[in-house]
């Protein structure tokens, strides 16, 4: 048996694989509405690119224009720190869930292809025992 089919065995005997695989994790959750937290988290993840380089760029457009360099590079730099700010809590907002499901389903697929047949072996109770 190779390296990379003994780690997957290892792993998938982890809670959280153990459970992706049993209960056939899958991604119809994504196919719900969306929460206003969800729609508020992309908001703020579209702000973040009208407000991250376009506007840092404008910035040091308009300080080198009126001779102030430093306006651009301390001010650019302010603004460029918000706009990662509001991108990651909108993604935090926003993808949580996703994100969760995504990760599970993933983790199914991924080691169904690693296992193959044997990953029905592992969802048996009696499954503890060595491969």
Known sequence: MNIIKKSA???????????????RADLSAIREKPTPSMIIGLIMVAFSYVI???????????AVSIGKPL???IGGTVIYAISTILF?????MA??????VLCRWLVRIV???ILGDDVRE??????????
């Open 9 to 23: 065995i290892y792993f998938a005997r982890k809670k959280y694989c153990k459970t992706a695989i049993e209960d």
């Open 52 to 62: 991250g380089m376009p506007t840092v760029v404008a910035l040091g457009v308009y």
């Open 71 to 73: 306006l651009g590079v």
């Open 88 to 92: 990651f809590i909108g993604i935090k």
């Open 95 to 100: 993808g949580k869930k996703y994100f969760q």
């Open 111 to 113: 080691f169904t292809k």
């Open 122 to 131: 592992l969802s048996c109770p009696g499954s503890d025992k060595k491969m």
